[in-house]
């Protein structure tokens, strides 16, 4: 995470992923890692706008206000930590989810932004 915070953004990728995800059961680690990743971006209010403003193409301009949602997994032991942060006025994107894709070992692989669309 420190990576993050000194601007490395080569873990980034400005896509929706397309594999199957499910509510993440609450396990001992998972919830530490949870809890970890949740102080780190509270002490670090615009990190995850910082790293949404990287896709090229987006409806609005992004706040810095993003709420933790609940984790998911991906079935093969991998936590992905959920972000959104909504448009100040959406037209027809409602904002942006930032998925951070953590491995068994609990080390961060990949992140995933992209824009989520109205409901």
């Known amino acids: ?3 993050l915070q000194a ?9 929706q992923p397309s594999f199957r995800l499910a509510v993440a ?4 680690a998972g919830s530490q890692l949870i809890e970890q990743a949740n102080r780190f971006f509270a002490g670090h209010p615009g990190l ?5 403003n990287g896709m090229k193409h987006r409806e609005r301009e992004i706040t810095d206000d993003f709420a933790p949602r ?3 997994a991906d079935g ?4 992905l930590l959920v972000y959104f942060g909504q448009y100040q006025s959406p037209l027809i994107m409602a904002g942006v989810k930032v998925l951070f894709l953590f491995d068994k070992n609990g080390d961060l692989a990949k992140i995933f932004v ?4 109205l409901e």
């Not at 601007?7 to 896509?15: H, I, P, T």
């Not at 093969?76 to 936590?79: A, E, I, M, S, W």
């Open 70 to 72: 609940p984790a998911l």
């Open 1 to 3: 995470m420190k990576d």
């Open 114 to 117: 992209y824009e989520v669309p």
């Open 7 to 15: 601007g490395d953004r080569s873990l980034a990728a400005y896509y």
């Open 76 to 79: 093969q032991g991998n936590l």
């Open 25 to 28: 059961s609450s396990d001992k």
């Open 48 to 52: 995850l706008a910082d790293i949404a």
